[in-house]
């Protein structure tokens, strides 16, 4: 006999020794009948549906089906909304320049300036105020208009001969010479004026129809030409007319580049100051060489320009009938005369240019030239 204290109980059972095996085998064969004996209830007669059990685990997913036709198109939806404004683009490449506009309207003439200093004498060509002794160009000791004559000019050509003139009345009669001694007497005479000797007074032969036949009637036919004669001294210098000249002055010197695109008129290298009242006139000419450095060709326009001594708008000797050229790569010289009433002022005057297209006139050399005060 074994003592063993059952958990939970606080009791002691006594359990004969070898009962330890005996139970599970009894307990086993007790459930192998229940178990054959609910088989046979089953068989004998079903027994009411038990509850669905749970849900199984979801299969493995079948292949995708074909495709169904494509369905009606849907209405149009609402227009959305204004998107935010993109970013700003690139600026475009500049275009190409556009034509020179039409020429503007002359301004209106501006008041008149202030009188201008007074002017030197024409004598005066250094215009330092000075008689120099190189300026008494006539080597008189006196300094007035007539230092102020240009070198003389080449002598002309002789003029043709004139017509011979009528002849001259006859003179007086000499006096009654000596009587000679009486000759012998000679044959008879036929008068001068008897050209056919018939003895006759032909109405021919009365040649300077005065209706006497005399001597007068005896004048021979009319000699020849006579030889040009001598060149006569040149006559005495006058004095200087109010249509003179009041001054004269150059200028000269580099022209340098001039443009492009420059639409208004510039003067091309230096310039003179001359002074004039209100009905002297101006008068110039002037050349310079200009071309491009560049292929042309390509058209400018020249003369010659005037303005308010010291600046200011320039203005062209020939208004809008200026002289237009047209430049290349090759340097040619150009050349323009004009002559005009400015009014009374001081003027700043020279060779100008208006380059208002794309090339530069770059290939230049030195201008020259000269504008005269005459009144």
Do not use: H
Not at 223 to 232: C, D, F, L, R, V
Not at 294 to 315: E, V, W
């Amino acid at each position: 006999m074994v003592e063993e204290e059952a958990s939970g109980r606080g009791v002691s059972e006594t359990v004969p020794r070898g009962s330890g095996d005996l139970l599970p085998k009894i307990a086993l064969g007790l459930a192998g009948v229940a178990i054959l004996l609910s088989l046979v209830a089953m068989v004998a007669v079903p027994g009411p549906r038990g509850p669905a059990g749970p849900a199984g685990s979801a299969g493995v997913a079948g292949a995708n089906g074909d495709s169904g036709e494509d369905g009606a198109v849907g209405a149009t939806g609402a227009t959305g909304s204004v998107g935010p404004a993109g970013p700003a683009g690139t600026a475009g490449a500049t275009g190409l320049a556009g034509s020179t506009g039409a020429t503007g309207a002359i301004g209106a003439t501006g008041a008149t300036g202030p009188q201008g200093p007074a002017g030197y004498p024409c004598w005066d060509t250094d215009m330092d105020g000075t008689n120099d002794p190189s300026e008494d160009a006539n080597l008189d000791t006196s300094f007035d208009t007539l230092d102020c004559q240009g070198p003389q000019g080449l002598t002309g050509a002789t003029g043709a001969a004139g017509a011979t003139g009528s002849a001259g009345a006859t003179g007086a009669t000499g006096s009654t010479g000596a009587t000679g001694a009486t000759g012998p007497p000679g044959p008879a005479g036929t008068p001068c004026w008897d050209t056919n000797m018939n003895g006759v007074n032909d109405p021919s032969e009365d040649v300077n129809t005065d209706t006497f036949f005399n001597t007068l009637d005896c004048q021979g036919p009319q000699g020849p030409t006579g030889p040009t004669g001598a060149t006569g001294a040149t006559g005495a210098t006058g004095a200087m007319g109010a249509t003179g000249i009041v001054t004269t002055a150059t200028f000269y010197g580099a022209v340098g580049v001039i443009g492009p695109a420059v639409p208004l008129w510039v003067f091309a290298g230096p310039i003179a100051t001359v002074t004039t009242n209100a009905s002297q006139r101006l008068t110039g000419a002037a050349e310079a060489p200009l071309g491009l450095a560049a292929a042309g060709p390509q058209l400018f326009d020249y003369g010659l320009c005037y303005r308010t001594f010291g600046g200011g708008p320039l203005t062209n000797f020939a208004g809008l009938s200026f002289s237009t050229g047209e430049a290349t790569a090759t340097r040619v010289s150009w050349a323009a005369t004009a002559s005009v009433v400015p009014g009374a002022g001081m003027w700043d005057v020279g060779f100008c240019v208006r380059n208002a297209l794309g090339l530069a006139l770059a290939d230049t050399g030195s201008v020259n030239g000269w504008v005269q005060v005459t009144n």
